[in-house]
């Protein structure tokens, strides 16, 4: 699901951004643990977004401790 395709907004900003297979992305914070970050997006895909759901992401935004925030191409969250 995670591709290779990575960027650094900044050496300053503590986080990181992954490019999926599916053409979305996740924000990961450098602060929190990646095992952390992944276990809660497999929490969020078995809860709140299947498969089917995911195709019209734009983001997932785990940079935040014990929150997920994500949003949809067409703007909704």
């Not at 970050?37 to 734009?58: D, M, T």
């Amino acid at each position: 699901m995670l591709s290779s395709e990575y960027s650094v907004v900044s050496r300053f900003a503590g986080e990181l951004r992954v490019k999926t297979n599916e053409g979305w992305e996740v924000y990961f914070s450098t602060d929190i643990p990646v095992e952390t970050s992944l276990n809660a997006l497999k929490l969020l895909f078995e809860k709140e977004l299947p498969e089917g759901k995911r195709q019209n992401l734009a983001y997932i935004d785990l940079r935040a401790e014990n929150r997920i925030y994500y949003a949809f191409r067409d703007g909704t969250n």
